[in-house]
Nanobody
Framework: VQLVESGGGLVQAGGSLRLSCAAS????????MAWYRQAPGKQRELVVG???????QYADSVKGRFTIATDNAKNTMYLQMNNLKPEDTAIYCC??????????????WGQGTQVTVST
């Protein structure tokens, strides 16, 4: 499975961006996908992804502002980010949890896309 993010850039506070994560390869083996981000000097954090119960969980800091969406026909996942704040500045990566026929589970990552929010 290969993941390619796009859509990052520089935006002013209060603005919006939509990130895309295009999956290719053995996409039928993907069981879940998520968005993560890592700001300079900070640990990587989950932005939105599946919870243990199967529902979506958003980081408290993005609830009400970010929304995940998928287009299965295009094998693409999106992250709509509204009302962006300077603290949202980070490299955003998508990840895919892949379960193969052997039941082995692997995590795949994209290369990331930079989001910078100016004041």
């Amino acid at each position: 499975v290969q993941l390619v993010e796009s859509g990052g850039g520089l935006v002013q506070a209060g603005g919006s961006l939509r990130l895309s994560c295009a999956a290719s390869g053995n996409t039928d083996s993907i069981v879940a996908m998520a968005w993560y981000r890592q700001a300079p000097g900070k640990q990587r954090e989950l932005v939105v992804g599946p919870s243990s119960g199967g529902s979506l969980q958003y980081a408290d800091s993005v609830k009400g502002r970010f929304t995940i969406a998928t287009d299965n026909a295009k094998n693409t996942m999106y992250l709509q980010m509204n009302n962006l704040k300077p603290e949202d500045t980070a490299i955003y990566c998508c990840s895919a949890i892949v379960q193969e026929a052997t039941n082995a589970v692997y995590y795949y990552w994209g290369q990331g896309t930079q989001v910078t929010v100016s004041t």
